[in-house]
Nanobody, 121 residues
Framework: QVQLVESGGGLVQAGGSLRLSCAAS????????MGWYRQASGKQRELVAV???????KYADSVKGRFTISSDHAKNTVYLQMNSLKPEDTAVYYC???????????????WGQGTQVTVSS
């Protein structure tokens, strides 16, 4: 399994921006699907955005037009640019990877430790 380390979380006011990073322990070129889930306090983990090794993306309806997922194969890193943040975006954000998955059927077998994002009103 690939090891994943998230960074970039923090406290931001509503309307602000943050960029999350997910650094992988090895080349992500051969990892078919990577992406981000989030879990708010007392709620189930939900999909935020995913990206394939070929560059295809998928977003949750709640973040479309505000969040952008991207990858840098040279740095073995996946990013989540979050703009126009809302208080309801407050959650722990987790990076995941499915080495053999394909959209829309994938199952992350590797996870990072999570990074807290808090959006104040």
């Amino acid at each position: 399994q690939v090891q994943l380390v998230e960074s970039g979380g923090g406290l931001v006011q509503a309307g602000g921006s943050l960029r999350l990073s997910c650094a992988a322990s090895r080349s992500i070129f051969s990892i078919n699907v990577m992406g981000w889930y989030r879990q708010a306090s007392g709620k189930q983990r939900e999909l935020v955005a995913v990206i394939t090794s070929g560059g295809s993306t998928k977003y949750a309806d709640s973040v479309k037009g505000r969040f952008t997922i991207s990858s840098d194969h040279a740095k073995n890193t996946v990013y989540l640019q979050m703009n126009s943040l809302k208080p309801e975006d407050t959650a722990v954000y987790y990076c995941g990877a499915d080495e053999g998955g394909v959209l829309p059927d994938f199952d992350f077998g590797s996870w990072g430790q999570g990074t807290q994002v808090t959006v104040s009103s």
